[in-house]
């Protein structure tokens, strides 16, 4: 018998995310950030979903993007990180994807690339700034000149400048305040369309909208946020991670359950075993305590989890019984509530699930 672990993936939930989106800014384009296999969901699979909904799709690299093409994906592909070498530019044309320009080096490469072939039929370009992730981005100072040089390439096709908040998603609002002046002050030199807004901004930032939006953790139901937020209130949780009890044992007042001991039996506990560890990506760090939802309510971890195995304390479960279903995440059990509990954020939860987790598509 196979081992019991699905990840089940709801694409109305994400049909219902994306458009949630697009309500925070209504007459602005979206681009769904699919990247890392769509956050865990499948980027395949969500694309045949989104495809004649979506504005665009935001990938990171050109590896990415022809999977989406070589799927039949038709829809315009983004690739947020550009192109890594000059060798990429002829695929990037051929295959009709659109690419972000970050550093003068890849103005350079678009030139030579333009003129050597008599131009770009119709590239879009995302000329991207850098605000203050101090990640990827031209100098603020450069861009006017960055601008000109790429309207003037002969064929391109829509230019959109782009930033990035670092802290859109945090209390403070002063560092978000201060990308967005930057901004202000610079695109004065660019009168075609600008994306500023990620998943958080899209939500709570409303004066950054703009043009275009990139939503993505919040296409699959993941929260930015580390508090209740009214937007991220109504997303949908596009996943439920499953699997099953597999033993249950009687553990006696005082035996301690699991690696390093770490879960004392304060009574003769009824413990079950689960069959989900850290090597299908369910974190090592997430802690005694933290919920799953059993047929009958909520149980709670009961041990370290260790690479194939989690216990759990069934003392509120006299029914319970091996081959029983649990939730690890989904409806019932927020993947915000355990990336919280595992001192994380559910973007690496999501992306993090490994190739033994088995993906079932839900709502086709």
Request: proline content about 4%; hydrophobic content about 45%; overall charge negative.
């Amino acid at each position: 018998m196979a081992r019991n672990l699905w990840a089940d993936i709801h694409l109305d939930a994400i049909t219902h995310n994306y458009r949630l989106a697009k309500a925070q800014a209504p007459g602005a384009r979206a681009c769904a950030i699919i990247k890392a296999d769509a956050y865990g969901h499948g980027a395949v699979a969500v694309a045949r979903h989104l495809d004649r909904e979506v504005d665009a799709f935001g990938v990171a690299c050109i590896e990415e993007a022809l999977e989406l093409r070589e799927a039949g994906i038709a829809s315009p592909v983004l690739l947020l990180e550009g192109f890594f070498e000059a060798s990429e530019l002829p695929a990037i044309l051929s295959h009709h994807l659109w690419t972000v320009v970050h550093a003068l080096h890849q103005v350079d490469a678009l030139e030579a690339f333009a003129k050597g072939r008599g131009g770009l039929d119709g590239m879009a370009i995302w000329l991207k700034v850098d605000s203050g992730m101090h990640r990827l981005g031209l100098d603020p100072a450069a861009l006017s000149g960055a601008l000109q040089r790429v309207k003037a390439l002969p064929g391109v096709g829509e230019v959109v400048v782009m930033s990035h908040f670092a802290s859109a998603d945090e209390p403070d609002p002063n560092p978000t305040v201060r990308q967005l002046e930057l901004m202000d002050e610079i695109l004065a030199l660019h009168d075609g369309a600008v994306s500023l807004s990620n998943s958080a901004a899209v939500m709570a930032w409303p004066q950054a909208h703009r043009q275009w939006l990139r939503p993505g953790v919040m296409l699959y139901g993941g929260s930015p946020f580390g508090m209740a937020q009214p937007i991220a209130d109504q997303l949908q949780p596009a996943m439920t991670l499953s699997t099953e009890i597999i033993a249950i044992r009687e553990v006696e007042e005082g035996d301690c359950v699991g690696y390093g001991g770490t879960y004392r039996c304060q009574q003769r506990t009824r413990i079950g075993t689960l069959a989900v560890g850290y090597a299908d990506g369910y974190s090592r760090h997430t802690p005694n305590g933290t919920p799953v939802h059993l047929q009958s309510g909520y149980a709670t971890l009961a041990g370290r989890v260790s690479m194939d195995m989690v216990t759990i304390d069934l003392n509120a479960h006299a029914n319970a019984q091996v081959g029983d279903r649990v939730e690890l995440w989904g409806k019932n059990v927020s993947v915000n509530d355990v990336a919280r509990l595992c001192g994380t954020i559910p973007y690496t939860l999501l992306s993090g699930l490994t190739r033994r987790v088995k993906r079932r598509l839900v709502g086709r």
